[in-house]
């Protein structure tokens, strides 16, 4: 699958994919790589393909960047005989094993590979050393709303909390809670109370100051209430008990089990 380890040119080493299967190059990461190499030098080749145009590289874009910030002319490579969905399938393993890729990143991979592999999930599976249901789970996220995959890819959403919202059926109110939930965080517990209160099974208010409104920092206020089992009051959730009774019908159960 590849030749030896061979040292190439930097400046003639060809980036088609500027970030190489992320949706970001870290500058921070090259930072720390670049220090680590100054160090202890560069431990793991980057891994290329020769092309009818040169050199390409497959992956190892931020030991590339971090090599080039040191000054080096020249980098360790490993030369793979590869075609174009052979090298995204390298790109991806390779940026899975060494650094964890977000959960965004790994699903817009997998998708480019599936467009390119005749033979389906299965084969797909095979190829990564994934199970199915993980690259089924995964696949689901490149379908995503944008906005929503940008929010998880920024760790500002938990992907546990993100399929919940996901799942929410009127995109409106989808895009809605997916900027609450981005704005002021969000666990998997009250994603799933919020796609049971968007789908029509309870409710919840956003509300938003003027003043917040108008602020660059805009927050919504999310207040959630339920339907009291006994006197059917409206009430906010925290004041009602698992059973949801209003602490008043609550109470006057308790009495009348014990006058």
Avoid at 6 to 17: A, E, K, M, W
Avoid at 63 to 68: E, G, S
Avoid at 228 to 236: A, G, L, R, V
Wanted: net charge neutral; proline share 3%; hydrophobic share 40%.
């Amino acid at each position: 699958m590849y030749q030896d380890i061979t040292y190439l040119t930097i400046g003639t080493i060809l980036c088609p994919h500027p970030t190489n299967g992320r949706l970001t190059l870290d500058e921070t990461r090259v930072d720390e790589l670049a220090t680590s190499i100054a160090t202890a030098g560069l431990l793991n080749p980057i891994s290329v393909r020769l092309t009818g145009r040169g050199y390409e590289l497959i992956a190892g874009r931020h030991r590339l960047a971090a090599c080039t910030r040191l000054g080096w002319q020249h980098i360790a490579a490993i030369v793979h005989d590869a075609n174009d969905q052979q090298a995204a399938t390298i790109r991806l393993v390779e940026n899975c094993v060494r650094t964890q890729l977000s959960p965004v990143e790994e699903a817009h991979g997998l998708a480019a590979l599936l467009a390119n592999e005749p033979r389906g999930v299965d084969a797909l599976a095979a190829l990564t050393g994934k199970s199915v249901g993980w690259i089924l789970d995964r696949l689901e996220i490149a379908e995503w709303d944008p906005e929503l995959a940008q929010a998880v890819h920024e760790r500002k959403i938990p992907l546990g909390a993100a399929k919940r919202l996901a799942r929410i059926i009127d995109p409106e109110t989808r895009r809605s809670y997916i900027r609450a939930a981005a704005l002021n965080g969000i666990n998997v517990r009250s994603a799933n109370m919020w796609l049971a209160q968007a789908n029509g099974q309870n409710e919840t208010l956003f509300e938003t100051s003027e003043k917040n409104a108008q602020s660059r920092t805009a927050q919504f206020v999310t207040e959630t209430k339920a339907y009291c089992f006994c006197c059917k009051n409206y009430t906010k959730l925290e004041e009602t008990t698992a059973v949801r009774l209003c602490n008043t019908c609550a109470s006057e159960l308790a009495h009348a089990q014990n006058p």
